[in-house]
């Protein structure tokens, strides 16, 4: 074989081996197929503590931010709750509405309950300078005392928070919603619900109750058609919820709504007058 012809083979040899060596040698085994190792599923993302983008991973977390973050700023909180036969006759009613600074240093909280199944009532409550004064309206009384006093002159000695007659970070109720609600999906929410919050959120959605011996109505009642959402910051404050269900009470059958809204978090600002309207039920 001439010079030209094996100068051509030793060429096309090299192209096609890739200059790894000759067949048989060690470097043919760097050619073999090899079997990836298995990748672990990760766990799906958190988008505020202890919510996932599918679901409830820990509503206990989720309860200790909602109320951490509502401890250190000013708020203003409205619940409200109707119970109603199917027929749509309304049995009682009860709303509450309170404005509350930072730290609870002072607050205005109403409440008023009403319809034909109970004594229609009004509370009021008033918190400034460690001192919390409560006025009751209802069944011909009226009423007012000093629920609290930081410094114990005219009133029992304890903080004004712990007069209030309700708790204002509803943590409890949160929480129960939270586990026996079916969330299924956690999401942003739409741009016109972020402008009424004032706030990024996400949307909380379910599908029926996960669990419906965990949902919150006592062991005598049947619970049904259970429909509830939510919105919730990424910091973990729940700004709003919503639920409808029917409950089998003594036999009948009820519908119950319930809905609650922080708004004006950091900007509240305590109204005084509205406690002194303790005359006149609105």
């Known amino acids: 074989m001439g010079t030209g012809v094996r100068t051509a083979v030793l060429a096309l040899c090299l192209v096609t081996a890739g200059c790894t060596g000759f067949i048989g040698s060690e470097g043919a085994a760097s050619t073999e197929t090899m079997t990836p190792a298995p990748v672990p599923d990760s766990p799906p993302p958190r988008v505020a503590p202890g919510l996932t983008g599918t679901g409830v991973a820990d509503a206990d977390t989720l309860v200790r931010a909602h109320v951490a973050g509502l401890s250190n700023t000013s708020f203003t909180v409205e619940h409200?709750?109707?119970?109603?036969?199917?027929?749509?006759?309304?049995?009682?009613?009860?709303?509450?509405?309170?404005?509350?600074?930072a730290g609870y240093r002072s607050y205005t909280a109403f409440r008023r309950v009403s319809g034909p199944s109970v004594t229609?009532?009004?509370?009021?409550?008033?918190?400034?300078?460690?001192?919390?004064?409560?006025?009751?309206?209802?069944?011909?009384?009226?009423?007012?005392?000093?629920?609290?006093?930081?410094?114990?002159?005219?009133?029992?000695?304890?903080?004004?928070?712990?007069?209030?007659?309700?708790?204002?970070?509803?943590?409890?109720?949160?929480?129960?919603?939270?586990?026996?609600?079916n969330v299924?999906?956690?999401?942003?929410?739409?741009?016109?619900?972020?402008?009424?919050?004032?706030?990024?959120?996400?949307?909380?959605?379910?599908?029926?109750?996960?669990?419906?011996?965990?949902?919150?109505?006592?062991?005598?009642?049947?619970?049904?058609?259970?429909?509830?959402?939510?919105?919730?910051?990424?910091?973990?404050?729940?700004?709003?919820?919503?639920?409808?269900y029917t409950v089998v009470r003594n036999g009948t059958r009820l519908r119950v709504t319930e809905s609650l809204r922080y708004t004006d978090l950091g900007v509240t600002t305590v109204d005084a007058d509205e406690a002194g309207r303790n005359t006149t039920a609105r």
């Open 120 to 181: 229609d009532q009004v509370i009021r409550t008033h918190s400034e300078d460690r001192r919390a004064i409560q006025w009751i309206l209802g069944d011909g009384t009226n009423s007012s005392r000093i629920v609290a006093d930081g410094q114990g002159i005219g009133g029992p000695p304890r903080p004004p928070r712990d007069a209030l007659f309700f708790e204002p970070t509803y943590h409890e109720r949160v929480r129960a919603l939270f586990l026996g609600a």
């Open 80 to 101: 409200r709750r109707a119970v109603d036969d199917v027929g749509g006759t309304r049995r009682v009613q009860q709303t509450t509405r309170a404005e509350i600074s």
């Open 184 to 244: 299924t999906a956690v999401v942003p929410a739409r741009a016109e619900v972020v402008k009424l919050h004032g706030t990024r959120v996400f949307r909380v959605r379910a599908d029926g109750a996960a669990n419906r011996s965990r949902f919150p109505v006592t062991p005598a009642e049947r619970v049904g058609d259970v429909s509830f959402t939510a919105t919730v910051s990424p910091a973990g404050v729940v700004h709003s919820y919503g639920v409808q």
